[in-house]
């Protein structure tokens, strides 16, 4: 299988489809890939698997792995309000919010707040003042709406003050450093890890992004990477920072009993709103248990699940053949990722079938 993958993803660069790629597969509780190909952006030093690169929302799944850890040490429950401990957060419409609505995607609260700067966006404290001062889009728990960038700081300042110490310092303590990934996940580079980050393209054949006076600085997310104050500063939601290795150990870690089975059942189970269909369209964004993404057959959803980032990034487990996966490439694909489906294919995992 090493070799087999390796060849993807050799192929991947020497085509011009990657400037450079890691994958790292897990199956039964053993390392069975760990390969990586190709160059780092923009200063062309080759990939090795101390690479980070962002990874975007491929980061939720452990910033949720560190919520559901808070659960189980009886810290708070998923049914609890935002406005137990986040008062000030509590009001104009955001009274019900609750745990369980902010990690399946039902608060709401997906529409980013006004934002400028890169300094703006990485000062924690604004960005959650600016977050309780808004109203929701709809009435919190009726509806899905994927909260693409704002999950930074609906599940990160909940979980800060449940826990009583910053987001970035309770993931490392509760999932990074027992898992002993502190080294390949990151929520904001200090300046030695920052040497170490590959930046992105848009992959060959990719519409080039268009990119007006008025285009938030933010977008498109690739762009957002490149400030420095971005990548150091703690967006838990969509600027994580790893290597394969990092997400592929993670979910390997689920496998093996890192999160209780009755807590792993639940957060893997499909939540939505009540009396609402199921959407399976491409594109829904709407197919969430807690926190994690629920892919596999459309019979058994959920029997894999993870959580891919923004132009092809992934990481996932598959509950059936115990199997962990992670990807981490430079190339932004948008849709299904080309490099993504031959391995998932080779691999004969049926990762995503919506």
């Given at each position: ?5 390796r ?22 509780g ?19 698997p ?19 850890k ?14 137990s ?15 369980e ?17 890169p ?30 960038v ?53 992959g ?5 992004a ?8 933010y ?23 790893a ?40 594109g ?18 959920g ?20 199997t ?13 990722d ?5 391995i ?11």
């Amino acid at each position: 299988m090493q070799d087999k993958i390796r060849k993807i993803v050799d192929d991947a660069v020497a085509s011009g489809l990657e400037h450079g790629v890691q994958c790292v597969v897990w199956r039964d509780g053993k390392k069975i890939v760990d390969v990586c190909a190709g160059t780092r952006l923009p200063d062309g030093k080759p990939v090795t698997p101390e690479t980070l690169f962002p990874v975007f929302s491929a980061g939720k799944g452990i910033v949720s792995t560190s919520l559901h850890k808070l659960v189980e040490l009886g810290k708070c429950r998923y049914d609890q309000l935002y406005s137990s401990v986040w008062p000030e957060f509590g009001k104009d419409g955001k009274e019900s919010i609750t745990l369980e609505y902010a990690m399946s995607h039902r608060t709401g609260m997906h529409l980013m707040p006004k934002t400028d700067t890169p300094e703006e966006l990485a000062d924690w404290d604004r960005m959650c003042k600016e977050l309780a001062a808004m109203k929701p889009a709809f009435e919190p728990g009726t509806q899905t709406a994927y909260q693409a960038v704002t999950y930074s700081w609906m599940a990160g300042e909940f979980a800060a003050r449940v826990a009583g110490c910053s987001f970035r310092e309770w993931v490392r303590r509760s999932v990074l450093e027992p898992l002993g990934i502190e080294k390949d996940v990151y929520f904001g580079v200090d300046d030695a890890a920052d040497e170490r980050v590959s930046l992105l393209a848009r992959g060959a054949g990719e519409v080039p992004a268009e990119i007006t006076e008025d285009t938030p600085f933010y977008l498109p997310l690739e762009r957002m990477m490149t400030y420095p104050q971005v990548r150091k500063c703690c967006l838990p939601g969509a600027g994580a920072l790893a290597t394969a290795n990092g997400l592929a150990k993670h979910y390997q870690g689920l496998l093996d009993g890192f999160l209780s089975e009755e807590t792993l059942k639940r957060a893997t189970t499909l939540n939505i709103p009540p009396g609402t269909e199921l959407d399976l369209n491409p594109g829904s964004w709407a197919v969430f248990g807690l926190g994690y993404g629920l892919f596999g057959p459309r019979n058994d959803l959920g029997s894999v699940f993870g959580h891919n980032g923004y132009g092809g990034s992934t990481g996932f487990a598959d509950r059936n053949t115990r199997t962990a996966f992670a990807l981490a490439k430079t190339d932004i694909h948008m849709g299904d990722d080309p490099t993504r489906r031959k391995i998932c294919n080779l691999l004969g995992i049926d990762y995503k079938n919506w």
